[in-house]
């Protein structure tokens, strides 16, 4: 039995690992911390853990997170590059859901995130974690920085365009849109249900930390320079990401190869459903389950290709994608403590 | 491997029921029929279901049923009745979703729903499967008369007070608030998103089908004769339902004891759990999950106990509560498939 | 044109006053205060206001407030109780959407709301603003003490039968259901989306601050004294309570006469609406309009009157209800500015 | 006072003309008709406008709508072409809701409508009612063809970069998004709260009805051919529509003019909002109201324009836009009955 550890437990995303890690057959989590809410058991704060777990927060400890295999960081940007280095030198294997070691370029890191970088040599020696381009690397990574929600949404879906160069890389459009629980759970007058409910806007759309993350991935998978334009907005409801891309076909004749492409590239991906073409797929298809649901489309006489791509924030967007690079990293099956259908209706 | 069956199964009980047995580790479905989507996959209807089920619908066929070991019947009322009786007597096992058995009194049955019952033999053989109470009935019971959502989770609330005579029997309070989902997956006007988002109201106030089977249920509990106030409410959301339950103490000194009285009783039960005193249990945190959550509480100076008992009205109200009986009547293990946390948030 | 202030203009019941006074005929916001926003444009705050007010928040100031005919408290608890004198004493009069002037027993007051009451002289002469119940002191009345939310939708709906004795006042029940804003702007984590949405709960169900001042109503209208439990909800909608409410009739033979005794009881109120016997009302119905719906119900046999009341909390629950007072203190027509249908759908 | 009639007004634009006509102070609504509900008060229907109407619905009838001053249609396609010209031919001036005489080229009208075009004549006379650009002829004009609520949007927020000459007009993106009550108020299933709650989606992606009525009026603001790809998406709300638009500018350069030439266009339009350069409007900040509300944006380094543009479906873009073109019609004030706030919260 894999013994897991979690940093900073008390965010949706620490709640959803031990949601998810609760009926995991190869793993179980031993440890979670928090500072502000250490000694209370997690049954307390998470209702719907009762039953499920004993487990309670207890205060961040190097020392207690070293038994551990793996220790999941579900904490705010700034933290596990300063905390998981020590861990990672003791042999404990890292999985970052923060933002801190999916940049490779520190400067840009550092721009967007607001702080200089402080562990360039385990930035160095992170793989950025979206199995489905990095299986391998992941499987012998010491530290798996898992891909931001937005990301994994819109760089799946762009991904078999890009690597088979058959659009345009200049003007490319990602208008993505998310539930209200991909601003975690902080208490903030703008998350407020009174301010959210019943509404739609975009947001971030000037520029938003994922966009860097965005076009580096985009820009390996095209061996080159692309120019995005990535506008995310607010859905009223809790869980979901839906992406609509946008990019123009160097030769529409490619319209007609399209769908076996993308059926080929995927095939064999546990976690990626290519729908069939024309497809509407629906963010409530995938709640609570670890898949990216994706359809092409094409518009009369256009040579634009549209991908509509979805995934749970929580789950391939956050923690479902954080335990299949686990189960990866510890030749698990890798679908392991992912099987259970999305919640629908 | 039990082989399960399900009539009727294109509703949100049908999809429910394919979602919890798509993990059932001792059961599995083999059969699923429509008569109006005969042929089309299961997982064309529910996106959800892809990847994890290569079923279709068929035909309603009691040939091909009775190859079954347990069929559910997820149909509107009156289907059952007609078609059970010949599956159960070439010996397969019927769990019935719908109303059809319910209710022992067949004139009162014939009144709320509209038609002379047709199965008088089988209605007197059926068991009301509420294994918290019928549990030993239920294991070699050949037709299970699953409960209704509301009154689960109304019965449940009430059982301790009335099976130990505390309160007064002559005018007990129901009021229960139900998600959307209760009303089936019906086309019609009124539950469009346009007509019930950001809207409250009670409906059925002047008498609902499920105050019958409450009655019944309390009467039993109560060995004597139970009035009752029930009133739904419709609320905006898809799943759950809350019940807040009112009666007076016979004497205002147990209200010393009702704690423990309540922790006692359902001590041993899988899917019950008794919050500590004065606790708000939240429909959330039972999504998707079978239990019932519940919680005592008193105002000042006052005699009267007030109770709040949470489900999900599909999973512990109807399909996860048919795993349930199926597993109990099959000598499996009670959680089988059913052990997964809700989805919180 | 009456010249109106707002004290603590940055709530939901600051924007709404603001909103229902923008079409108002014979008054106007000239003065909004708020210690946090002083020189924010209102409508920087609120965009629904652009276009409609130029006005600013400022800091508050007894002089800048003193030249208005007529300031609302929209503030949290024990503000209104040290400010509004002085602008009484310099002949301003006050509309108090807190609860500081609500309950005239002050120790009552001190114990539900966790401070001594500073001002008992004008807590003495402060009229309960229910128009309903006591349009001519409101009249004439410098301080008004504008209702809660639930006491409004509970007290109309059970005047009636109090008012006329038809009803056993020992074990009233009410159990009432609000949406989000009625906890107004705070950053609460329980207040967010991530939390609310999707879920049902009560809340305060061991004593809620509304249940003194629904009792103290109540047993005026009995002449009496009143038991009653009261049951607050939290529903995910943004708008809107909810009030189910149950008695006991003396004698059921009045089932006879109910419906006309309540319309009669309401026939020349403006905004009170008794819908046919056995409707039942929404509570989109009132989305942004000062009405209160009730309808009334009885069940097979029962001798237990049902009503269910619905209001909007904002408005008739608050800063509608404070206008239809300014405009009873002011002889103005007491629909003015309360005139538009509610938004629906 | 200008008397208008409605045919087919059971839906949700029905609806919203009631809502917004009943405090009209020039104009009132003398005559609704509706096949399916002749004899039932409007306020049975849609219990908001009880104690605002008298009204009932009654048979659709040319002689009696004749002796309106205007009607408006709000009906399903296939209509208004139908029964619009003899009201027209009487002399009854028309704003037509629906799509029939909204695109000039009958073929392509033909097309995507699913039937023939039976009206050329008026199809001709008929004036496309988007005040911002055609205000004189709607002025004199026998006929409007009320514009589609998603090309209100997304019109609006092109016009000044396509009047002026600033983009690229061979490959526009619109991603725009409704609440459900743009699909109406009709019993489908696709629309449940059920299915809808909780879940997003783009639908019509491979081609919408809306699509070619945007491009004719791109095309003319453009005076040229325009390539525009135009993805709709539904949100789990009910009111309320934004469009992301994307268009590259042929000179970056004049991204220091946008904001300026936006308010320059939109100064003296009473119903369009340019707020300040990079603001996020949001959908309930014209709740109920009739405002066009929108902000331009510049992503780093990037030559692609960003507009967000906001409306409520079902006011600017339905009932209200009808309104404000009947204001022009009559040489009423164009605010008249338009005139209050949205609601917020």
Not at 205 to 223: C, D, K, M, V, Y
């Amino acid at each position: 039995m894999i013994k897991a550890g979690i940093v900073g437990g008390t965010g949706y995303t620490g709640v959803e690992l031990l949601r998810l890690m609760a009926t995991h057959p190869g793993a179980e989590v031993v440890k979670i911390t928090s500072r502000s809410e250490a000694g209370m058991p997690v049954a307390d704060l998470y209702p719907n853990l009762r039953g499920h777990y004993d487990l309670a927060f207890s205060e961040p400890s190097v020392d207690e997170l070293a038994s551990c295999d793996v220790v999941f960081f579900a904490t705010p940007h700034g933290v596990a590059m300063r905390m998981a280095p020590e861990l990672l030198e003791r042999g404990v294997r890292v999985v970052d859901l923060s933002a801190d070691f999916r940049i490779s370029d520190l400067d840009v890191w550092a721009k967007w995130y607001g702080m200089p970088h402080e562990s360039a040599v385990w930035a160095e020696r992170a793989v950025y974690g979206l199995p489905e381009v990095a299986r391998d690397a992941i499987r012998d990574a010491l530290l798996v920085a898992n891909p931001g929600c937005y990301p994994t949404a819109v760089q799946l879906g762009f991904l078999p365009l890009l690597e088979n160069g058959l659009v345009s890389t200049g003007h490319l459009v990602a208008d993505a849109k998310s539930g209200a629980s991909g601003a975690g759970r902080q208490g903030s007058v703008g998350m407020l249900h009174g301010e959210i409910g019943e509404s739609f806007k975009a947001y971030g759309a000037s520029g938003h930390r994922h966009l860097p993350e965005i076009r580096q991935g985009l820009q390996a998978a095209a061996a080159g320079k692309v120019g995005i334009t990535f506008v995310p907005h607010l859905v009223p409801m809790i869980r979901g990401i839906e992406a609509t891309l946008y990019a123009e076909l160097n030769d529409p004749a490619d319209f007609e190869r399209l769908q076996s492409l993308y059926e080929d590239r995927y095939r064999n991906e546990p976690f990626v459903d290519v729908m069939p073409f024309g497809s509407h797929p629906e963010t409530r298809s995938v709640k609570g389950e670890n898949t990216c649901r994706m359809a092409l489309h094409r518009q009369e006489d256009s040579s634009i290709v549209i991908v509509t791509s979805v995934i749970d924030n929580l789950v391939k967007g956050a923690a479902g994608q954080a335990i299949q690079n686990m189960n990866i990293m510890f030749r698990l099956d890798e679908r392991a403590g992912l099987n259970a259908p999305a919640l629908l209706p």
